[in-house]
């Protein structure tokens, strides 16, 4: 369970007004380890710069948000958002460079990414972390290749349509997104069945790390979600982190669930208890590298 998690409070928007609490999500977890008694070494990192962003994204997109004349990813102007993401995106990074070393599941407490496309923002994501961390491993050696293991209830369109604009990427990066497959009410079965093949495929395709998104809208009471319950999402946790042979950083992606409460923590623990089990999950495996 001494797997680190990459964080720092720059990473988080307090009181931003939107539809999602993902701004404020990255403290509420970290919250929520401790009072678990789960709260294990919290390593630092730098923030990503521009410059990065530019690897994945339109430079006049990347600008254009962070001058206030394009929209971020909530829908509005707030330069708080802009620059929480550099942060965001950076624990990403960190947590992949980490995992690609280390052959561990590492977390980066972090969500908001995979609807943001090459020259856009949108549902709650500006900049695609995920993105960004792939083309960051990938540049340092032209022998890599990078897995993307998407299990939030949504499609990552956004990381598609960076594939699409980036060909160059694409023969390196394996994407997969449930969400392209499986919505409200289908059955737990057609989905395990997908994860299992695409794990298959994952392994085949030799990556050197695997970036998955442990979404907790999957769940099935969430108002967004609707597919797999608490313990189904455990068995889903324990296949990805047993059967990837490749170092594996993890992050929250989605959930929506919300209870009365006076705090973020208490208002967000139907989510916060989904992610805080995937991180038991993954305090339980110990990776193997594949044969090369």
């Not at 001058?67 to 330069?79: A, K, S």
């Not at 972090?110 to 792939?134: E, I, K, P, Q």
């Not at 059967?243 to 989605?254: F, K, M, Y």
């Amino acid at each position: 369970m001494n797997h680190p998690i990459f964080y720092r409070p720059e990473m988080n928007v307090a009181d931003l007004s939107c539809g999602s609490p993902s701004a404020g999500k990255p403290a509420a977890f970290m919250e929520m380890l401790r009072r678990n008694r789960l709260a294990s070494r919290t390593k630092t990192f730098e923030p990503v710069t521009k410059e990065d962003l530019y690897l994945v994204h339109d430079k006049e997109f990347v600008d254009g948000v962070f001058d206030g004349t394009i929209l971020n990813g909530f829908e509005n102007n707030d330069p708080r958002v802009a620059q929480a993401c550099l942060y965001t995106v950076g624990s990403m990074v960190a947590a992949a460079q980490y995992a690609h070393t280390s052959w561990t599941a590492v977390c980066s407490p972090t969500s908001g990414f995979h609807h943001a496309g090459y020259a856009r923002a949108g549902g709650y994501c500006t900049f695609n972390g995920l993105m960004v961390a792939a083309a960051k491993l990938l540049e340092g050696d032209s022998r890599r290749r990078v897995g993307i293991l998407d299990c939030d209830m949504h499609r990552g369109d956004g990381t598609e349509d960076i594939l699409a604009h980036k060909p160059e990427l694409s023969r390196r990066i394996c994407h997969l997104t449930s969400g392209r497959y499986f919505y409200e009410g289908e059955r737990a079965s057609d989905f395990f069945a997908w994860l299992r093949s695409s794990i298959t495929l994952l392994n085949a395709f030799g990556c050197d790390v695997v970036l998955y998104q442990a979404g907790a809208d999957q769940h099935i009471k969430d108002p967004l979600g609707g597919l797999l319950t608490s313990e189904e999402i455990s068995r889903r946790d324990r296949m990805v982190f047993n059967g990837i042979r490749a170092g594996v950083a993890w992050n929250l992606a989605g959930g929506y669930q919300t209870v009365t409460g006076k705090t973020e923590v208490q208002r967000l623990a139907p989510v916060l208890d989904i992610h805080v089990q995937t991180r038991v999950q993954a305090g339980l495996v110990s990776l193997q590298p594949a044969a090369r």
